[in-house]
């Protein structure tokens, strides 16, 4: 009997060629989702009370279309009001003044404290708490007088009860990513002179950022399924533009079904957002992404590095 | 005899109930090297938070450059500064950290150039020309894209006095700068403060480093408890201490 052949000509050891350890628990388990699955699709596609022929039909009706739209404008509008909001609270939260702090601390107490269809709701019906806003000098005389019924669209009462509430949740996801920022860092910035305003704004946000954006990528995919609360109070976004259709022809889990393939392909883009982000903001945090970037940088500052020596 | 750099007189510091300086009276001439030695606790990172208004001191005085740290005096009394003040004092004294404190997110170079830049207003293009110079000077021309997580311990602590040197300091304040560091990567960041202190810069170097001390410094001090136990020439202190505290400590680490 002779021993394998251990090396080549070379006297480099060859790379080891091994028999695989066999694994029936994987193929058990691939039978089993395999047989699960086929079933799932098989009832999709022979129940014949799908209709998918009128799933097909509205998937591109113009009104689904519209509706997606809005559902996408008060995503947008309200994640740009709550991450602006929340930066700012969680600076206020953080700050020395101590009124400051418990404001912040107050503001993200009560809108946490309340569910966010209540909050539309009152939004809604802010009308009824004050018929005429004032805008002018406080305590003194009035220069325009808004109707508040007239000011405050469903649209925007919708904006303001997501954008309001999402600060309050921003707020904490922000702060707690100043907090995972080293205090060396502060220590360093200061040291060099740094003011306070820059060195959050240079130094410990940028680096915040790293933990604050997968939570918030979070926070978006929710809100662009929260904004479907708002059908409640008559914005025609997509749930809403939905149920509209099947109050007139009584297809309802069809146009169930066109919702969320809508609410599904806006997720899918966010999750691809979101990869390029944290991609951006993961710099130099990781060796491999840091290799890559520094081709990248050398190219562009190799004049100096002749200069340097 | 010129103003000192930094002159302390009385400082005390407390964290709470701990009373952590008690009473540190020294001064440093210009372009002088000074180390301060002694077991860990003993306050001397502590008084160098002190000297840049890191940390704010509770008694005593505290001057660099002959002007009071942190405060204004007004006939009998002191005024706290401004933020802003405060900043613009900082920025004209450098500081090394132990763990090196580098900002991961900026490469070598943004790291040596952001300062100049942001606080000291300096053109883009002049500051990373300069800290192209800097960085050379340290040994690191080649290491100007590099994130701090791609360098060894030594290049970053060296990026971070040539990121202290760009803002012209006029003293440089070292925290146990080679602590952190394997024992094989102390001899490159010691060379660089070598040479710095031989170019007439004023430092105050905490360290554990007593081939440093002994080489490089002009007086040596010794602190424990918050005190400074003593204090004089290298030569004189490390090869013959006065005080059975230095004598203990120095058996240990020499």
């Keep these: 009997m002779s021993s394998p052949e251990v090396t080549s000509g070379t006297g480099r050891p060859d790379d080891i060629v091994a028999v695989p350890v066999r694994r029936p628990g994987r193929w058990i388990a691939a039978a089993i989702i395999l047989v699960i699955a086929a079933a799932l699709v098989r009832s999709v596609v022979t129940n014949p009370r799908f209709e998918w022929s009128v799933v097909g039909e509205y998937l591109f009706d113009h009104r689904i279309l519209e509706g ?45 404290g309340t569910p966010v269809l209540v909050q539309l709701l009152f939004w809604y ?47 904490e996801i922000v702060r707690a990513g100043m907090i995972s920022v080293d205090e060396g860092q502060t220590d360093a910035a200061q040291s060099l002179g740094m003011t306070r305003v820059q060195t959050l ?37 997509l749930l809403y533009s939905s149920e509209q259709i099947f109050a007139v022809n009584y297809k309802t889990i069809q146009l169930l079904i066109v919702a969320s393939f809508w609410y599904i392909v806006c997720t899918s883009v966010l999750y691809v957002g979101q990869h390029y982000l944290e991609r951006y903001y993961g710099r130099g945090s990781s060796r491999e992404a840091n290799a890559r970037q520094s081709l990248r940088m050398e190219a562009l500052t190799s004049p100096y590095e002749e200069g340097g020596r | 005899m010129s103003t000192p750099m930094v002159n302390a007189q009385g400082v005390h510091k407390r964290f709470g109930r701990q009373e952590v300086l008690q009473g540190i009276t020294l001064a440093v001439q210009p372009g002088e090297v000074m ?36 405060y204004r005096q007004v006939g009998e009394k ?36 952001c300062a ?53 300091p006029k003293l440089m304040l070292f925290d146990e700068p080679t602590s952190a560091l394997d024992p094989e990567l102390v001899g490159e960041v010691l060379q660089v403060m070598k040479q710095l202190a031989s170019d007439g810069m004023t430092m105050i170097v905490v360290t554990h480093e007593m081939g440093f001390a002994r080489e490089v410094a002009d007086e040596v001090v010794f602190m424990d408890g918050g005190i400074v136990v003593e204090c004089g020439k290298p030569a004189a202190v490390l090869a013959n201490p006065q005080h059975e505290r230095t004598r203990a400590f120095l058996s240990k680490v020499l």
């Design chain 1, 68 to 112: 997606l739209l809005v559902t996408i404008e008060l995503t947008v509008i309200s994640m740009a009001i709550g991450v602006a909001l929340g930066v700012l609270l969680a600076v206020m939260r953080v700050s020395s003044n101590p009124l400051v702090s418990r404001a912040s601390w107050l503001y993200i107490w009560f809108f946490r």
């Design chain 1, 125 to 171: 019906n802010i009308a009824a708490l004050y018929p005429k806003l004032a805008l002018g000098v406080p305590f003194g005389p009035a220069l325009v007088h808004p109707d508040v019924n007239t000011l405050i669209t469903a649209f925007r009462a919708a904006v303001l009860g997501l954008g309001l509430n999402e600060g309050a949740y921003m707020a």
């Design chain 1, 201 to 237: 704004r240079r130094i410990v946000l940028p680096q915040a950022m790293r933990v604050i954006i997968p939570p918030t990528g979070n926070e978006t995919i929710s809100m662009l399924k929260t904004t479907s609360l708002a059908s409640v109070i008559t914005v025609t976004e």
């Design chain 2, 35 to 70: 180390c301060l030695l002694g077991p860990s606790g003993s306050g001397k990172s502590t008084f160098l938070r002190c000297i840049n208004h890191l940390e704010k001191i509770n008694a005593g005085r505290l001057f660099v450059d002959g002007e009071l740290v942190g």
């Design chain 2, 78 to 113: 002191l005024h706290e500064l401004r933020e802003s003040e405060v900043a613009r004092k900082r920025a004209h004294i450098g500081m090394v950290f132990q763990h090196f404190n580098l900002f991961p997110h900026m490469t070598a170079l943004e790291n040596v150039a």
């Design chain 2, 116 to 168: 100049p830049i942001r606080v000291k207003k300096v053109a883009r293009e002049q500051a990373r020309a300069h800290a192209c110079e800097l960085l050379g000077r340290v040994g690191l021309a080649d290491k100007l894209a590099a994130y701090p997580a791609q360098l060894s311990g030594g290049q970053q602590q060296r990026v971070a006095i040539a990121r202290a040197l760009a803002m012209e």
